[in-house]
């Protein structure tokens, strides 16, 4: 076949992550003896308690289509989570579940991007940011961040960086692949620019919970028009179950929901 395929294609790299852990699980099944560092995941199993619900969610024959923004009670446990958690009144209708937060990225750049609009983010920062923005025909905006910013964007490297045809930032906190945290303030700030430039911030909060000398703030906390996006993998040892979640406001709910019910059809149940 002489056809090329389509030209995104060309700006879409390869997941190196993704590479090196299959290159490991072969050389694994071949007896090699594998220390697993590649990817962020646990070394230990879903813990039981988890194993043993989803096991009786299986007998009692719950393998059925979903609603496309996920089982009701999931989302009403979110909740509960941020309430216990956080101290935070989460609506459940704003509570999108996700087929990992790599869904809940697609879904965010679907409803943000227009073809050609950016979005700021780090470098270094999660590379496949970039590569679901491209696939939209938007584009990642690189900001180069050192130690001298704790490798975060803030509002002042934001303001400098924004283009006329960025729509909004993303960030996250505690950062992948550094682990550095925004104070509140930070995120209060950075907010506020978006605000101000008529953009969007998302906030990538897939790493609260593992953190050790401050509890990281979340951006719920500030405002209900910024973007969560959270996932089950990290926190609580679920990588392979593939389910995450996306806070988002009020209004963008019924557009997310279409999107997902023609991505996705419904989530894992």
Request: aromatic residues 8%; negative net charge; hydrophobic residues 40%.
């Amino acid at each position: 076949m002489t056809r090329p395929y389509a030209r995104r294609l060309q700006d879409i790299e390869p997941f190196r992550v993704v590479e090196v852990l299959t290159r490991a699980k072969q050389l694994a099944a071949a007896g090699r003896d594998i220390v697993r560092l590649e990817a962020g995941e646990p070394d230990f199993s879903t813990a039981e308690p988890i194993v043993r619900a989803a096991q009786a969610a299986l007998a009692r024959g719950e393998t059925h289509y979903s609603q496309a923004a996920g089982i009701p009670e999931l989302r009403e446990a979110i909740a509960n989570y941020y309430k216990t958690d956080y101290n935070l009144a989460i609506a459940p209708e704003r509570i999108m579940i996700t087929p990992g937060a790599s869904g809940a990225l697609l879904l965010i750049s679907g409803l943000l991007l227009n073809p050609g609009d950016g979005i700021l983010m780090t470098d270094p920062g999660y590379p496949c940011n970039r590569n679901f923005f491209r696939l939209v025909e938007g584009e990642g905006q690189l900001v180069p961040v050192g130690p001298q910013d704790r490798y975060q964007l803030t509002a002042e490297k934001a303001a400098a960086a924004w283009r006329e045809n960025t729509v909004g930032a993303i960030v996250a906190s505690p950062a992948n692949p550094t682990g550095e945290i925004l104070t509140e303030q930070e995120l209060r700030d950075l907010y506020s620019l978006c605000e101000r430039k008529d953009g969007y911030l998302i906030v990538d909060e897939i790493y609260h919970g593992l953190d050790y000398d401050e509890k990281a703030a979340s951006i719920l906390s500030i405002t209900d028009q910024a973007f969560v996006i959270n996932s089950f993998s990290k926190y609580f040892g679920m990588t392979g179950w593939r389910l995450g979640w996306l806070v988002a406001p009020p209004d963008a709910v019924p557009h997310l929901e279409k999107l997902a019910q023609n991505l996705f059809i419904s989530m894992s149940t």
